[in-house]
């Protein structure tokens, strides 16, 4: 996937400083998508930010690819999942490179009912604040179309877009295949 750099700072979560000391990658991706989608923080209750209209947003990142070489998932709580679908709220989803400092790779600011679960797992958890409520662990190429994905790095997931949705993406170099 390091075709192209990921250390443009336009794309970093935090390019001022990587030490061990730095806040969370979770709170930096919050601070990201806050500034992108023009949103209001706002951890008052179950969900993390309001758009400029007072509509409200669920923050979700995940890592592009675990170390044991699965595919990310956004862990969503199923009462927020549940609550937005009332509330008619957002998702505002990151991806990151775990690279020093972590990369972006991809965001989406989805309505409620554009959040795929068809490849979710869903399971008990354990929480300290959640006591042991229902999570939904989305893949993240099943909520971020391949168009959203930071051009030079396309190639790396096309295996999980359908034939139709990688034909009608545009890459900075066409894939190879047979001539």
């Not at 009462?79 to 020093?100: C, M, R, S």
Request: proline share 7%; net charge negative; aromatic share 14%.
């Amino acid at each position: 996937m390091r075709r192209y750099t990921l250390r443009d700072e336009k794309y970093q979560l935090d390019p001022s400083s990587s030490s061990s000391d730095d806040p969370p990658i979770w709170w930096r991706a919050e601070k990201y998508l806050c500034e992108k989608f023009d949103l209001e923080e706002d951890h008052g209750s179950w969900y993390d930010a309001r758009t400029q209209e007072g509509e409200k947003v669920e923050l979700k990142s995940c890592q592009y690819r675990y170390e044991d070489g699965e595919i990310g998932r956004f862990n969503i709580w199923f009462e927020q999942l549940t609550k937005l679908f009332q509330h008619d709220g957002y998702f505002a989803l990151l991806v990151y490179v775990p690279i020093d400092p972590p990369a972006v790779l991809a965001t989406r600011l989805l309505p409620n009912y554009a959040m795929s679960t068809d490849g979710a797992v869903s399971f008990e958890a354990s929480h300290p604040t959640m006591d042991g409520k229902k999570l939904v662990r989305v893949p993240w190429t099943e909520a971020i179309p391949l168009e959203a994905i930071r051009l030079g790095c396309r190639y790396e997931f096309v295996d999980h877009y359908s034939d139709e949705e990688c034909e009608d993406t545009f890459y900075f170099d066409p894939p190879a295949g047979p001539e």
